[in-house]
């Protein structure tokens, strides 16, 4: 066989194994999927179906292996693989709590924006600018608490007075209060998020009559409308998700007294955010680039939560 000849046999089996992708077709469901986990709020929301699917799991697993033991399948009533998957959604509700230390980054950018370019009417104004408050309440309450559960603080810190040289007091910093008080804030900002989706809804209501009223509904009108109300809803079964979760953690004793229904809430809430998120990361298609009615002034700021 000549050099010229094994060469060519060479770039064909580089081609055949190393370039064997080649023969694997462009997906867009793959970009979308990488453009959606590729964002800070894309990654939490999939991590949070994550956690509480398997949170769903380790209960029926250990109801699984008592059933097993029962009908003398098993020797013992525990599940092998459930304390695994326990530890593991420990692991990511951690992550995901540490992963929101920059989670006021984009509440002052939103503060800020908000202000330079109010929304429509000035009771949304109002309302996001108390939303904005609570949620400058909710994060720094959230970062002492996790750092004081993880004992990289002290147990109490130097007043702004002792700073100062004016005394020496100290601010105790008790974990359960702090956790507490971020999630009275984080009620706050859901109560709140009910009257944002009220004023949204008049909005929407308003732009559907004038549309109407003008030149009628064109096809693009209906998809957009279409998808507008979509989304509304959609906030809305999450926000209704949430507030038994703010209402349990912001009360020292709880609203629930099995874990299961905070699990269920969870999950509710991480299937409607991930689908509005994965919704809103969709490419636009030419038709809705192209139309003058595509902007979305009743957008809510679902992507800086939680």
Do not use: C
């Amino acid at each position: 066989m000549s050099r010229t000849s094994k060469l060519h046999t060479l770039a064909r089996l580089n081609d055949t194994t190393l370039g064997s992708f080649s023969n694997v077709p462009s997906s867009e469901t793959l970009n979308h999927l990488v453009r959606y986990l590729s964002t800070w709020s894309g990654s939490d929301k999939f991590f949070t179906l994550i956690q509480y699917t398997l949170k769903l799991i380790v209960p029926f697993l250990h109801w699984r292996a008592r059933l097993q033991h029962r009908a003398g399948i098993k020797k013992d009533a525990t599940s092998n693989a459930a304390p695994s998957l326990a530890s593991f959604t420990s692991i990511i509700g951690d992550a995901r709590m540490l992963g929101r230390f920059w989670g006021l980054l984009p509440i002052f950018q939103w503060m800020i924006s908000m202000e330079r370019n109010p929304p429509p009417t000035r009771t949304l104004h109002t309302i996001e600018r108390l939303q904005g408050w609570s949620m400058l309440g909710y994060y720094p309450l959230e970062h002492l608490y996790y750092l004081r559960a993880h004992n990289l603080i002290p147990t109490s810190i130097p007043a702004l007075s002792a700073i100062l040289g004016r005394s020496s007091k100290r601010i105790s910093l008790n974990e359960n209060k702090l956790i507490l008080w971020s999630s009275r804030f984080w009620l706050l900002y859901v109560v709140l998020q009910f009257a944002h989706l009220r004023e949204d809804r008049k909005l929407l209501l308003t732009r559907q009559r004038n549309l109407r009223k003008g030149k009628g509904l064109s096809v693009e009108d209906k998809e957009d409308l279409r998808k507008r109300w979509d989304s509304l809803g959609n906030e809305l079964v999450a926000n209704a998700a949430n507030l038994p979760l703010a209402l349990h953690w912001s009360l020292e004793s709880g609203i629930f007294a099995n874990d299961i229904w905070v699990t269920i809430f969870s999950l509710i809430n991480g299937i409607a955010t991930f689908r509005g998120g994965w919704k809103a990361t969709a490419l636009p298609s030419v038709k809705a680039v192209a139309s003058p009615d595509s902007s979305n002034t009743t957008d809510t700021v679902e992507e800086i939560k939680y």
